[in-house]
């Protein structure tokens, strides 16, 4: 379809009133040009059509649907293959219900654990977020619906997330808020980005044309179009001229006028609006292009198929985070299962990514099904605490028979949600008492937790294992119990640090921040780069999870020991299953910057692959290393920026569990243009090669001009001290300390500054 010829048969009221959509879910349409309406809905762990009053909060019904793990879980997974497999699933029924665009995948960073939409998003870790999104993204488009990553850009919080402004500096924003929306757009080219509510540095994000324009298209080179979360459209023309297209949810005449009048006023163009209403079309018409054959597959056929999928992608990003004395899987058969949720299992979030679910399995029940005995108490009660204590005394006495107990606890809805953050990281008090009463009378105490981010556990020296299963979608039971039974070997690995307490966590002081606008002080410092920068001990780390099996890791070789940043190179490493059962591994890069003149974090995942190894197998893991894995941002040159010098490949099993490492050398072709003034030290001028040529000999001659036995008349350390006092002095210093001519420093200045 010829989209400006489309565009031509539009009036400018028509071209307007296309900016904005016709309701709460559709574009709008405009018949005599041949624009027809297409409708967006939420949806990253399922599709939430809404059928009848529609919202943005999951407050009213939508279609019934599978409900799929929660972001939090798939990244727990580190499976490309899979987030790939989840994106065709939503494509299939988007395709399905004629719905063009889904809003999703959520993006922004785990900075707290306090965030309340924390479960929607992937990781603290921009790398592994943007993996992981972009095979999700692809899978997604390839049925020729659109995605839309969100929320763009450093929307971390809940607390006042509409009107506050992230702070937040060049660097980090580049480097851990920007990364992974970069990732996904210069690797799976998303047909839409929906920008956040909130601020960067006191600019709105709807507004702010560094952000929409100089950086989204102009540096990524994205060609799609910008949506506003839903009620985040602000001033029309700025938004318009800043780089956004469409102003969500429609159904009224308020933008279009804005629009208009702008028109009328000089401060936007009809070109302008041109602009927009093309990306907007050619993403959407794009949509119209699908070549679907319609399957004769039976409904309840597909609904099978995607249930099952929805238990394996919960099995495998499933974290088996303890596991003493080999408890799990069970062996022993009396065994009890204690905690409302065995029954009625959290299962997804709430708010705008709430799914209205055809199926929810339960532990319980699945664990009936397969002819397995088990004894239950409640143990606890999500809403009546008056009930705690008889229900707790009955889980004691049914603790007190069983071989194995298996508590089943988390957090409820009440405490993680979009629309605020969470208070703390501590699960309900009852379920807390209930483990430790339970972990008195019965030494063999599993726990398996329902939550959407990390909690405290001060009962985790009074238990034998735990297991992780975090928002697991609609077969969290079936996922469950196959694991506590073994049918099934955990491989998840934690996509976020359980910190030791909050007092630890390094936004500690500034989340929420005042009044909402947080400073964001820790810097690129978020989970484990600070953690393992500041050897802070955690509760477990990122990257950590156990397995029924074991790996051994050996032979780190990489194919060449120097390289330039415009060259790549291979780190290769070999993996064997050296325990009895078939299992998963996720096999880890980290990359360690040995000396820097930036502050940097002492590690930074940089590659990861999922290998599947029988025992006794083996396999070679390959990983591409090129100019990303060892850059940092550098605000002299606005871009990512390699420093010569020697460079760590960290392998391991976790962030804390390296097996293996190698060194290689890095040049950096790209220079840092400096200026020097008068103030500029001594060794920041001869860190730079002009200034080595044109500074060090005369340094030389003068370090050689100082009399030895002076120096040693000094002391000890004389000469150490005299040469790092040099290396601080600013070049005026010269003038007066080494009695140098000014107008000598001068001429020093200008064949320094000489380009």
Not at 229 to 234: F, H, M, T, V, Y
Not at 415 to 434: V, Y
Not at 472 to 495: F, H, M, Q, W
């Amino acid at each position: 379809m010829d989209v400006k010829a489309m565009i031509e048969k539009m009036s400018l009221k028509e071209k307007a009133s296309y900016l904005s959509g016709r309701d709460f879910w559709h574009t709008d349409e405009v018949l005599d040009a041949g624009v027809s309406s297409f409708m967006m809905c939420d949806g990253p762990n399922g599709l939430r059509k809404q059928i009848g009053k529609e919202d943005h909060l999951g407050i009213n019904e939508s279609i019934k649907t599978v409900c799929y793990p929660t972001s939090s879980a798939v990244a727990a997974s580190f499976d490309i293959e899979l987030a790939h497999e989840l994106g065709e699933h939503l494509g299939d029924e988007c395709v399905r219900e004629n719905v063009a665009m889904l809003l999703g995948p959520g993006l922004n960073m785990k900075r707290s654990p306090l965030g309340g939409r924390n479960f929607e998003y992937y990781s603290e870790d921009p790398y592994l977020a943007g993996e992981i999104a972009s095979a999700y993204v692809d899978g997604l488009q390839s049925r020729n619906v659109c995605a839309c990553p969100k929320h763009f850009a450093a929307n971390n919080q809940e607390t006042r997330r509409m009107s506050g402004s992230s702070n937040v500096d060049e660097r980090t924003l580049h480097e851990i808020y920007l990364s992974a929306f970069e990732a996904v757009v210069k690797n799976s080219r998303p047909h839409s980005m929906m920008c956040a509510y909130n601020q960067i540095n006191g600019t709105f994000c709807s507004e702010n044309k560094e952000l929409l324009t100089d950086i989204l298209r102009d540096q990524w080179g994205f060609e799609g179009f910008v949506v506003t979360d839903w009620g985040a459209g602000k001033d029309a023309a700025k938004g318009v001229t800043a780089g956004l297209d469409l102003v969500m949810p429609g159904g009224n005449d308020a933008h279009k006028k804005a629009i208009l009048q702008a028109v009328d006023e000089g401060r936007l163009t009809e070109k302008e609006i041109d602009r927009a209403v093309e990306r907007i079309l050619t993403a959407f018409l794009w949509t119209t292009e699908r070549n679907v054959k319609a399957e004769n597959v039976p409904v309840s056929e597909i609904e099978k198929k995607d249930y099952e999928f929805a238990v394996k992608l919960a099995e495998n990003s499933a974290v088996l985070l303890k596991n003493e004395d080999h408890i799990l899987p069970v062996k022993k058969e009396r065994v009890a299962y204690i905690g409302a949720f065995a029954k009625t299992p959290r299962y997804q979030g709430s708010g705008s990514s709430h799914i209205n679910s055809k199926k929810v399995s339960n532990a319980l029940d699945v664990t009936a099904e397969k002819g397995i005995e088990v004894t239950y108490a409640q143990g606890y009660d999500l809403k009546d605490a008056s009930k705690d204590s008889q229900l707790m005394k009955e889980a004691v006495e049914v603790a007190k028979g069983a071989d194995t107990v298996v508590v089943f606890a988390g957090l409820p809805d009440s405490f993680e949600s979009e629309g605020f953050d969470r208070k703390n990281i501590d699960m309900p008090q009852n379920q807390n008492r209930l483990i430790e009463e339970v972990a008195k009378v019965n030494e063999n105490v599993v726990v398996v937790l329902h939550n959407g981010a990390p909690v405290a556990m001060p009962w985790l020296d009074r238990v034998k294992a735990v297991l992780e299963m975090y928002l697991a979608g609609d077969g969290v039971g079936d996922a469950t119990v196959r694991i506590l039974y073994g049918e099934t070997n955990p491989s998840g690995k934690l996509a976020e640090t359980f910190p030791a307490c909050m007092e630890h966590t390094p936004a500690y002081l500034n989340f929420p921040g005042e009044k909402g606008s947080p400073e964001y002080r820790e810097g690129v410092f978020i989970g484990y780069r600070y953690y393992d920068s500041t050897k802070t001990e955690v509760l477990f780390p990122f990257g950590h999870g156990l397995s029924y099996t074991a790996f051994e890791y050996s032979d780190l070789k990489v194919s060449k020991n120097k390289m330039t940043d415009k060259e790549n190179a291979k780190v290769t490493v070999t993996v064997k299953n050296i325990g009895e059962e078939a299992g998963s591994e996720v096999v880890q890069l980290y990359v360690h910057d040995v000396k820097s003149s930036a502050i940097r974090p002492y590690k930074e995942l940089k590659g990861f692959q999922k290998v599947f190894l029988r025992p006794g197998e083996s396999t070679t893991v390959t990983f591409t290393v090129s100019k990303r894995s060892f850059a940092y941002y550098e605000t002299a040159i606005h871009d990512f920026y390699v420093e010569s010098g020697k460079f760590e490949f960290l392998v391991g099993s976790s962030s804390a569990d390296i097996r293996l490492k190698a060194e290689i050398k890095v040049e950096g072709t790209k220079e840092i243009p400096c200026h020097f003034d008068s103030n500029s030290t001594i060794g920041d001028i001869l860190a730079t090669s002009k200034g080595k040529e044109v500074l060090a000999p005369m340094m030389q001659q003068m370090m050689g001009e100082q009399s030895a036995e002076g120096l040693e008349a000094l002391g000890e350390g004389a000469q150490e001290m005299a040469a790092a006092m040099a290396m601080e002095m600013p070049l005026s210093a010269l003038v007066g300390m080494s009695g140098v001519p000014g107008e000598i420093v001068q001429q020093i200045l200008e064949q320094l500054n000489q380009k």
